[in-house]
């Protein structure tokens, strides 16, 4: 059974002893400056004894020493420090601090001689105004020191070069926390050369800025500007140096939305975009050799090797058809064993793919990178690492990833952190299980941006067979990359499918354009297009129910006068904000029994912001120049997201409102109930699971009002039945109640069960519509009824008319029934019909079914004809 690389192979101590960067530790600016910090970074003479000094380091201090003395085309005047956290940014200035500050101290160091035996003078800079900006120690609300209230950057810069003299000249930009402009920064700054000006930490200020408010404006936004001037003065001047550090990615700065992050992080890039980049430091290396003996000191035995290559060729022909034909071949499994501990496809990689890149150092880059690789196995210890696979080159490794870098352009640290080191790992966390144990979707696109390297852009990126190969090992199921493609396609933002190639490039994909775009989608437009879609699904006018779509007060809800759905706004998701504000429209109505509330559930409301958010994105891309510059798939693509997105919203909408309450008298009550899942509308769902429970009537017998208001007992007005029903929260919401009442009372009087009574007038068969409008109208027991005079007997006669026809002239005697319509009196009709047995027997059932439909006493007979 083969065994782990790490089980087998010792690799050579250099791989663990060599310390590729010393500068770990992380140490304060402000404290370096303030005295309070370690002696090892305090004190100057310390601090170099214990600082590992690498090309890039020396190279960096050459120049600022140049730029400080004023030696005509050597040193840039702006410096961008950009590596990640804990790449040695502030380790890095607090050595360019001990330059200009103890530049004595530092002549008697090693550096000291390099520097001045490059700079070919005597001395290191002497007299250098430094002024520190540390980002993290200092208050965008500004601090109180020598009777002067310092409000901003640039109020600390003047103060802290020429004390309170200086400050006077910026008071009033300092005071308003507007951004001077460059030309009064230049005559400040030409006075006091050489200077040097540190900025640690920017990013971190400007994140605790942004809540500062400057007019229409903010602080973060008039420090970007103050920024944005200062380099521009800087570089106008002969020996002053300003040196920025920055995080390598958005995922690196100090705020909660990672919208808002990228935002400013690519803001600021715009800002210093003139600023020389420093990247994380490049150590030298051994040439290039035989890569076993320069690594290993062992790679075990021969079995070991052989025992991994067959574990590696059983899988590939167990999953053959997942695999291109030459692993399997002789050929391939010899060279697997030559090759081990690696796999030949990484020794392919960075012989055939890398090797013709000029940027690539062949053996000092390859024993440099497969150093940092073997660093990272031994340290973790991965179960599946039978061989070293591409899938192990980490480029979350800083300097694994300085390497890779390198051979691409800069703005693939950002694409790494970002789509490899972060989105990837969310698919990750998605599907779980083996996917996120053996992280698959990481090395996917590890592999897919490895394969992006390349001398030549006609074979950029690497097919799935290829990717296959790179990545996966025994125990795991191929089917799995299918999967992980699929979703890093969909989530990761630089990468591309091409010519049945994945690859990265520098360009955005859709998945990036379309998070562009979100960024501009406001708040108001989110709640704008929420609440259009709501009045769509919301149902007005599908039934009974008068509809009030999400009143973002609840002063808004007035006195309701039929059964009325309150939809509460999305944003009221907290219970408890939810039931207070319910019980405010309930304290303020009183016929509170007709309220129904119809609130959101806890926790719904990102998901539907967010769809709505890429919904509105979506839009506007297609109403943009840039929509008709994209490739007709990815077209295609934003209109069916579109479309899908659309149908999403409205679905999250209506899964969004499930919890129901009423007027109670404590105050609202939830109701426990099961909307239908057929339902189009939320009134519609509403309105089926009231009526369901019961709770909802559309209509009153002439029986509950009796028992309700106890009508034999004596008089009761007619608004006071309205007031019971629509007022106490004990009673069925009646969805019209003015109407349902009328027709009620009407009912009732007529059976006599009741009367109505307005004044000395009493009603007691039909009840007009003006006596149930008028307000005095009362109800009364009907034994207790003033009975309207019975008007004199009538003398009643009959008259019998007979009468024969054709079946044919029927319509005289159509006439003839239509002229007896609402006479009063009794009709009593006999008709005989001749016809066939076939034609009477169909005319017998048609008939009967009428007349009984309509309750009418009937008799047939059958007289048969000679």
Known sequence: MAKRVWEVCEPHPDVFSRDIDPSLFAASLHQVEGGTADPDYVEAERFFKKTYMTQSLRHLMEGVAARLLGLPGRGAPLLRLETPFGGGKTHTMVALYHLAKYAPVVEQQPVGEELRALLQTDTLPRDVRVVV????????????????????????????????????????????????????????????????????????????????????????????????????????????????????????????????????????????????????????????????????????????????????????????????????????????????????????????????????????????????????????????????????IDLADRYVRS???????????????????????????????????????????????????????????????????????????????????????????????????????????????????????????????????LGEISGRGRTSLQVLQAPPDPQLVNEPSQATLVILPLSLSDIQRATEWMKQVVGRVTRRNLLIFLAPDPGREEAVRVAVRRLLALQAITHTSLFRELEEEDRKEVQEQIRAKDSEIRGLLQGAYTRLFRPSAEGVNELRVMFRRDAQTLSEAVYAALVEQGLLVETLSPDYIVDVVNVKEGPVAVVAVQTALTGSPDQPIVANPQEALKQTIREGVRKGQFAVQVEDQIFIDDVPEEVLNDKQAVLVPVDESKTEPTPPEQVVIQRILRVESSSSLLYPLKQLLESLQNKQGQVAMELKVQGSQEVLSAWHNQVSKLLNDYGIPHEWKEESQP
């Not at 790679?299 to 025992?307: N, P």
């Not at 067959?310 to 060279?335: C, G, H, I, K, L």
């Not at 640290?413 to 698959?440: P, S």
């Open 403 to 533: 390497e890779v870098v390198r051979l691409l352009e800069s703005s693939y640290d950002a694409i790494i952190t970002g789509d490899v080191n972060g989105r990837a790992r969310e698919v990750e966390r998605e599907l779980g299980g083996d996917y996120q144990r053996e992280e698959l979707a990481q090395g996917c696109a590890t592999c897919a941006l490895l394969y992006t390297v390349s001398a030549s852009a006609e074979i950029q990126g690497c097919t799935e067979d290829e990717l296959r190969v790179a990545m996966l090992r025994p125990k795991i199921n191929p089917a799995q990359v299918s999967e992980v493609l699929k979703r890093l396609q969909a989530q990761l933002w630089y990468l591309r499918y091409r010519d049945r190639r994945y690859l990265f490039t520098s360009r955005p994909n859709l998945n990036k354009v379309i998070l562009d775009h979100e960024q501009d989608v406001t708040s108001d437009q989110i709640d704008e297009q929420i609440g259009r879609v």
């Open 133 to 392: 900006l540390d980002g993290v120690a200092l208050d965008p609300r500004g601090r109180q020191v020598d009777g002067v209230h310092l409000h901003t950057l640039w109020g600390e810069l003047a103060y802290r070069l020429g004390g309170r003299a200086l400050y006077e000249v910026m008071r009033e930009a300092d005071e308003a926390r507007v951004a001077p402009g460059q030309s009064q920064l230049e005559t400040i700054l030409r006075g006091c050369q050489p200077l040097i000006l540190l900025m640690d930490e920017v990013m971190d200020y400007l994140a605790r800025a942004s809540g500062v408010r400057v007019g229409e404006s903010t602080l973060m936004a008039q420090t970007a500007s103050f920024i944005r001037a200062l380099t521009s003065a800087v570089g106008a001047l002969d020996r002053a140096v300003m040196v920025v550090s920055l995080p390598a990615s958005s995922l690196e700065v100090p705020v909660d939305d990672p919208q808002q992050a990228e935002r400013m992080f690519q803001h600021m890039h715009l800002v210093l975009e003139r600023a020389a980049l420093i990247e994380t430091p490049v150590a030298e290396d051994e040439v290039f050799g035989v890569l076993q003996r320069r690594l290993f000191k062992s790679v075990g035995t021969e079995q070991s090797a052989r025992q991994a290559m067959n574990a590696f060729q059983d899988y590939y022909a167990e999953f053959a058809r997942f695999f291109p034909d030459t692993v399997r071949s002789p050929q391939y499994r010899e060279r697997m064993l030559k090759a081990y501990p690696f796999h030949p496809v990484l020794v392919d990689l960075l012989y055939q793919r890398w090797g013709p890149h000029p940027k690539f150092q062949r053996t000092r880059g390859a024993l440099r990178l497969l150093a940092l690789v073997m660093r990272r196995l031994w340290n973790q210890r991965p179960g599946s690492a039978y061989l070293i696979q591409p899938h192990h």
